[in-house]
């Protein structure tokens, strides 16, 4: 009995490792953020090329630039640092919270996970 209960503890953790983790904004939940976030980022970018300046709130970009502003991710949105921020929990097997970063200008976010 215990050769078997040893043989599953050592199959189990031969398939646990063989996971991969993915890395920030590389997994499915964040690629699919990714998308939502990107088409914000294109709008405000629009709108800083027609405007000079970033919008007081991101509900400035609707319906002009963005017929909608996506539900998730939410974002952290500052004028001040010129920057679009949003956090998300990745997909198993990876641990933590990735925050993703674009600056005015940028057209494509930089992430990084936190554990």
């Known amino acids: 009995m215990r050769i078997v209960a040893t043989v599953c503890l050592v199959t189990v953790l031969s398939v646990l490792s063989a996971c991969a983790v993915w890395s920030a904004g590389k997994d499915?939940?964040?690629?699919?953020?990714?998308?939502?976030?990107?088409?914000?980022?294109?709008?405000?970018?629009?709108?800083?090329?027609?405007?000079?300046?970033?919008?007081?709130?991101?509900?400035?970009?609707?319906?002009?630039?963005?017929?909608?502003?996506?539900?998730?991710?939410?974002?952290?949105?500052?004028?001040?640092?010129?920057?679009?921020?949003?956090?998300?929990?990745?997909?198993?097997?990876?641990?933590g919270t990735s925050a993703c970063e674009a600056h005015f200008g940028e057209t494509a976010f930089r992430c990084a996970d936190y554990r």
């Open 28 to 95: 499915p939940h964040g690629q699919e953020l990714m998308q939502n976030a990107n088409a914000v980022l294109a709008a405000l970018n629009s709108y800083i090329q027609v405007n000079r300046k970033g919008p007081a709130t991101l509900q400035d970009l609707v319906p002009s630039y963005i017929a909608a502003l996506p539900a998730q991710p939410e974002f952290n949105y500052s004028v001040r640092r010129g920057s679009l921020v949003f956090n998300y929990a990745p997909s198993w097997p990876t641990p």
